[in-house]
């Protein structure tokens, strides 16, 4: 306990990893490229979320794998720099990011649903950990085909992941980011219990 409640930094300097992680994470790419290669508003497609998946339903994988690899980067990203101050700095950051892609100040607070940032934060703290969620939401994918079920099961599973890396602070962050992004999967949750939700690459 003593262990997850030490932290090494100032807390001015936390509060500037996490300003400094929120305001990159709230880049829109989902937005950018799709208006970028004209496919119009992606918030008028389908879930009219900015995330990769949604984006996918346009029909353009190709913007889809920017989508994904601008969310992802912007979460490690953040936490790699802040990294140079503290792990504690890198996982502030972190939060930020997550947080910016969640409510983005230039979208009035409506963005994405984060699980692509979340990876990215990931990479940047532990990229083991990392690499575990995504054999998880793959798994969880192949047998389901539903990315916001595959989502949460990795999220949720994250926490005892970086138990068994011996990572008590990082699980507990985690936890942090899995409670967030449950929260923004509400309306898939109800669609899964529903029977309605979509799966993975259907066109809206």
């Not at 497609?45 to 994988?61: D, F, M, Q």
């Not at 990011?97 to 983005?104: K, N, S």
């Not at 699980?115 to 690499?131: E, K, N, Q």
């Amino acid at each position: 306990m003593t262990d997850i409640l030490s932290w090494s930094l100032p807390w001015p300097h936390m509060a500037i990893a996490l300003v400094f992680g929120y305001l990159l994470g709230s880049i829109p790419f989902g937005l950018i490229f799709t208006r970028l290669f004209g496919l119009g508003d992606i918030r008028a497609i389908g879930s009219g979320n900015i995330g990769a998946t949604n984006v996918l339903r346009t029909g353009n994988k190709g913007v889809a794998f920017l989508t994904l690899l601008g969310d992802v980067l912007k979460g490690t990203v953040a936490a790699a720099i802040a990294a140079e101050w503290s792990f504690e700095a890198a996982m502030v950051a972190g939060l930020g990011a997550f947080l910016g892609h969640l409510y983005p100040v230039w979208l009035g607070f409506r963005g994405g649903k984060g699980i692509a940032t979340f990876i990215g934060v990931l990479l940047g703290l532990s990229w083991p950990i990392a690499v575990a969620f995504c054999a998880i939401w793959l798994v969880v994918a192949l047998i389901t085909r539903f990315s916001s079920l595959s989502a949460l099961v990795a999220s949720a599973l994250t926490p005892v992941v970086a138990l068994g890396f011996n990572q008590p602070k990082l699980a507990v962050f985690t936890v942090v980011l899995a409670l967030l992004a449950w929260f923004k999967h509400r309306t898939n949750i109800a669609r899964l219990v529903s029977g309605t939700e979509p799966k993975i690459g259907a066109r809206s």
